[in-house]
């Protein structure tokens, strides 16, 4: 399928700014954002891990997360890009937990 027209205009933005970015960056950003449909693909999310800023943007990252989170195979999916990024850092782990929680489900089911 490829990445859509609304998220590859995203990912060519490049790196959320900063909450001390102009307020027009962040205008944009929030803009980007908003034109994705969701859910988004695979490929997609992957990709778009890698335009998390440094900090929060003013809730924007968490967005993007709770975007990410969207993908069909998110809840056990590795994302290895840009991982010393604190937003992917807790994208991983929220899957480690998510894992954790079907294996405990699981082995309380076959008991």
Not at 16 to 37: C, K
Not at 57 to 73: D, K, N, Q, R, Y
Request: proline share 6%.
């Amino acid at each position: 399928m490829g990445i859509r027209k609304e998220v590859q205009d995203l990912l060519d933005a490049g790196p959320f700014p900063s909450e001390e970015a102009p307020v027009e960056e962040i205008t944009e950003t929030e803009r980007l954002l908003e034109q994705i449909p969701e859910p988004v693909t695979d490929e997609e999310a992957q990709a778009l891990t890698t335009v998390f800023g440094s900090d929060d943007c003013f809730g924007l990252s968490m967005t993007l997360l709770h975007v990410i989170e969207t993908a069909p195979s998110a809840q056990t999916a590795d994302y290895p890009l840009n991982t010393d990024n604190m937003w992917v850092e807790l994208l991983n782990r929220r899957v480690a937990f998510a894992r954790k929680l079907a294996e405990e489900e699981h082995r309380s089911s076959s008991s």
